[in-house]
């Protein structure tokens, strides 16, 4: 079967740090993708794993394990813009998003 | 920076009418997907679209639904008969070939159906 869990609301305040974790079970697994979405609008893309370990883009960082089925988005020196909903999604020829984690940053 | 465009982005329509939502994918992206997001949910794969054929769709696509790439730049999504649960933010999504295949998605249909 096919699974995927994300926490569904997580808060925090301007200058933090925040991870969002993600724990997913499926078949044909190529990697796993990292989206943000602010109310309204479209997913945008935000990271990619492939292999296991931590891939760092500027604020944002990404952790994967693939034997545990575990990925984590690491945000840091949280803006006020950086409240959106966060959606961690299996790369397996579709993506399959979960209901995502909303971010609240409170100044 | 190129992008993915879709038309209209409100659409309002009776139920049992015939909706087609347009697409047009990054000019170099051969993979085209469609999702749904009903209001306060989760975003939903619908179908994704390859060299010219259905390559995989959800359980939500059934025979009410249809897709077509009809010349070189649109990607369409038809609704034959629409039912009021349908109405929902549609998004188009296109993907290079090569990976990790990142989907760029398009500012999505707003679907009213009454």
């Known amino acids: 079967g096919q699974s995927l869990e994300q926490p569904s609301e997580v808060t925090a305040v301007e200058g933090a740090i925040v991870q969002i974790n993600c724990t997913y079970q499926t078949s044909g697994f190529n990697g796993l993708f990292w989206y943000q979405q602010h109310a309204g609008e479209a997913p945008t893309f935000l990271s990619y794993n492939v292999l296991d370990g931590l891939e760092e883009k500027g604020r944002f960082s990404s952790f994967l394990s693939r034997s545990k089925g575990y990925s984590y988005l690491l945000l840091k020196e949280l803006q006020m813009k950086d409240s959106a909903s966060y959606l961690c999604g299996p790369n397996t020829d579709k993506l399959i998003f979960g209901t995502g984690t909303r971010l609240q940053v409170f100044p | 920076e190129p992008e993915v465009t879709q038309t209209p982005s409100h659409q309002v329509t009776q139920m049992g009418q015939e909706v087609i939502l347009r697409c047009v994918p990054i000019?170099?992206?051969?993979?085209f997907y469609w999702y749904r997001q009903i209001l306060g949910q989760k975003v939903e794969f619908l179908v994704s679209f390859y060299n010219n054929e259905i390559s995989e769709k959800s359980e939500i696509f059934d025979d009410q639904f249809s897709v077509e790439r009809p010349d070189g730049s649109n990607f369409t999504l038809k609704i034959r008969s629409t039912k009021l649960e349908d109405s929902a933010m549609y998004f188009c999504a296109s993907s290079e070939p090569d990976p990790p295949m990142e989907q760029y998605f398009g500012p999505g249909t707003r679907l009213t159906v009454t």
């Open positions: 000019s170099n992206h051969l993979y």
